[in-house]
Antibody, heavy 120, light 107 residues
Framework: QVQLVESGGGLVKPGGSLRLSCAAS????????MSWIRQAPGKGLEWVSY????????SYADSMKGRFTISRDNARNSLYLQMNSLRAEDTAVYYC?????????????WGQGTVVTVSS | DIQMTQSPSFVSASVGDRVTITCRAS??????LVWYQQKPGRAPKVLIY???SLQSGVPSRFSGSGSGTDFILTISSLQPEDFATYYC?????????FGGGTKVEIK
């Protein structure tokens, strides 16, 4: 069955680091654009980063550039997000999401999310 | 970056009502507009893509229209399971951006 399962969230102090993981199944992961999207408590959705299937095409939201790094291991059907220099405003549910570039151009498969809390 | 503005931010409606939600882009995005539904504690799901194409499995009471900068999501007859928050998202250019959301609540 088509599934994305995130892990790695937790409580971290400001300035700390965290690595999120996402395990994919039920679709051809290596051909898929993948993204991270976050949602702060009680707030809307914010796109964080995406990576093409081959890993050659990567993009970040401006507020994450230089602090967050997206990566993938197609042999393991896994996506990662390394988050450094974390701030209180990074507190959110982080979703691993497949981006269907054609024909929909939509985030069509979502994980259940993993909670990241940045607090001293 | 393209800014997406949804209105209203809150709708109070009854079962059977027709509900319309508007989304406006700060610049033209052709028809690259997606609508999502999110229920509390759950991940969003796609309702409409490319402004007016119904995602597989989504009931036909949901429809989308518009192009350029102005878009509309219509729920023709609100059902109990439709009470949720709805987001639009532009898919024309990176960074991909979302509207602020419209919460549909029971009157």
């Amino acid at each position: 069955q088509v599934q994305l399962v995130e892990s790695g969230g937790g409580l971290v102090k400001p300035g700390g680091s965290l690595r999120l993981s996402c395990a994919a199944s039920g679709f051809t992961f290596s051909n898929s654009y993948m993204s991270w999207i976050r949602q702060a408590p009680g707030k809307g959705l914010e796109w964080v980063s995406y990576m093409s299937g081959s890993g050659s095409d990567i993009s970040y939201a401006d507020s994450m550039k230089g602090r967050f790094t997206i990566s993938r291991d197609n042999a393991r059907n896994s996506l990662y997000l390394q988050m450094n220099s974390l701030r209180a405003e990074d507190t959110a549910v982080y979703y691993c999401v497949r981006y269907s570039s054609s024909p929909q151009r939509a985030f069509d498969i979502w994980g259940q999310g993993t909670v990241v809390t940045v607090s001293s | 970056d393209i800014q997406m503005t949804q209105s209203p931010s809150f709708v109070s409606a009854s079962v059977g009502d027709r509900v319309t939600i508007t989304c406006r882009a700060s610049q033209g995005i052709n028809s690259w507009l997606v609508w999502y539904q999110q229920k509390p504690g759950r991940a969003p799901k796609v309702l409409i893509y490319a402004a007016s194409s119904l995602q597989s499995g989504v009931p036909s009471r949901f429809s989308g229209s518009g192009s350029g900068t102005d878009f509309i999501l219509t729920i023709s007859s609100l059902q109990p399971e439709d009470f949720a928050t709805y987001y639009c998202q532009q898919a024309n250019s990176f960074p991909l951006t979302f509207g602020g959301g419209t919460k549909v609540e029971i009157k």
